[in-house]
């Protein structure tokens, strides 16, 4: 676990290096319980338990292989996602911020 990173500049630079599911797991581990939006503006936390991933706001998990599917197409479509249905997964609302924040995708129209 990179313990090292002091902020959100650090944790984005870490992954860059290295952007595979496992070095994002980690960051996200880091990042439980804090707020994200989704694209309508709704604050949600998630909290990670073993290989999942729970959302405050859903009843079922995320799977940490559904985010690396999620992961997968945001890679193939070079970082460029119009929104999260593109990321094509369960989830997607969810995951879509937060790979918006950690800038492994951009917005784009």
């Given at each position: 676990m990179p313990m090292q990173l002091k902020n959100k500049e650090d944790a984005v630079a870490w992954l860059k290096k290295d952007l595979t599911i496992d070095r994002l797991?980690?960051?996200?581990?880091?990042?439980?319980?804090?707020?994200?939006?989704?694209?309508?503006?709704l604050e949600y936390t998630y909290i990670i338990k073993g290989n999942e991933m729970f959302v405050n706001r859903k009843e079922k998990s995320i799977t940490k292989a559904t985010v690396g599917m999620a992961l997968s197409k945001a890679l193939i479509l070079g970082?460029?996602?119009?929104?999260?249905?593109?990321?094509?997964?369960?989830?997607?609302?969810?995951?879509?911020?937060?790979?918006?924040?950690?800038?492994?995708?951009?917005q784009e129209s």
């Open positions: 797991w980690e960051i996200m581990e880091l990042y439980e319980d804090f707020p994200f939006y989704t694209m309508r503006n970082g460029a996602v119009a929104g999260p249905k593109k990321l094509g997964t369960f989830g997607a609302s969810y995951l879509y911020p937060i790979f918006l924040y950690f800038e492994i995708i951009r």
